[in-house]
């Protein structure tokens, strides 16, 4: 599989202060896009994902969320509800802006949280979550802020979930096109092809992994432009 060179020291612009419209459109861009092409759904697939919900359904879960924008929180909400299965979500966002938007996302959701604090200093206590999930995130991070976000999140549950995107020539492919076809916001139409080539390799989050004194197993979807490591 061809890996394109990771991009550095460059900045997306979500990342950034922005309009509120602006930042509105582009995460409503990010949830359709995520709806439409799987990447929620990958984050429900693993098969351990499964097998806790199958062993431990009588108990409370709370699971700590990490996506800012909330609508991934909602789709493991609306997961648990089908299945009549308890549930707590945590998201968590260092943005207040982006916190606010969620907060209006996901008031039809009282089994969610939010909660402002950064990915490198989680304000949670050991295993208080049953797993941790990072979402479109990692590949915001540098190296070192992504290695203390692997171990805080891995602190934080006993299976951390990282879902990002393959950065491969197909991947920027497809997401140039896709942002293009479908008339996304400006925003989204820069951040989409950057967030591909800013993306950590299969072999890049093993590495910042074993840095954090993590086990990882990855998966990667070449068609849909995704990677999902389980690391524990």
């Excluded at 509120?20 to 098969?47: E, I, K, V």
């Excluded at 994902?49 to 062993?55: G, H, L, Q, R």
């Excluded at 299965?85 to 959701?109: F, G, I, K, Q, W």
């Excluded at 602190?155 to 393959?166: G, I, Q, S």
Aim: aromatic share 12%; glycine share 6%.
């Amino acid at each position: 599989m061809v890996v394109l060179a990771r991009a550095t020291g460059v900045r997306e612009r979500l990342d950034g202060p922005l309009p509120p419209a602006d930042r509105r459109a582009t995460l409503d861009d990010l949830d359709r896009l995520n709806a439409w092409f799987g990447g929620y759904a990958l984050t429900l697939s693993p098969g351990f994902f499964f097998f806790f919900f199958f062993f431990f359904f009588f108990f409370f879960f709370f699971f700590f969320f990490f996506f800012g924008g909330g609508d991934g929180g909602g789709g493991i909400v609306r997961w648990a509800r089908r299945r009549r299965r308890p549930v707590r979500v945590v998201v968590v966002d260092s943005d207040a802006a982006t916190l606010a938007l969620a907060r209006a996302r996901t008031a039809a959701y009282p089994e969610i949280v939010l909660v402002r604090a950064d990915a490198t200093a989680l304000p949670l206590r050991q295993h208080a979550a049953d797993v941790a999930v990072t979402a479109l995130t990692l590949h915001h991070l540098d190296r070192d802020a992504a290695v203390v976000c692997l171990a805080e999140m891995a602190a934080a549950a006993p299976v951390a979930v990282v879902n990002d995107l393959l950065r491969t020539p197909l991947t920027l492919a497809l997401v140039w096109l896709t942002t293009r076809l479908l008339h996304l916001h400006p925003v989204s139409r820069h951040d989409g092809p950057l967030s591909v080539r800013r993306a950590y390799s299969a072999a890049e989050i093993e590495t910042l992994a074993e840095k954090a004194g993590r086990r990882v197993r990855v998966r990667r979807y070449p068609w849909l432009g995704r990677l999902v490591a389980e690391i524990r």
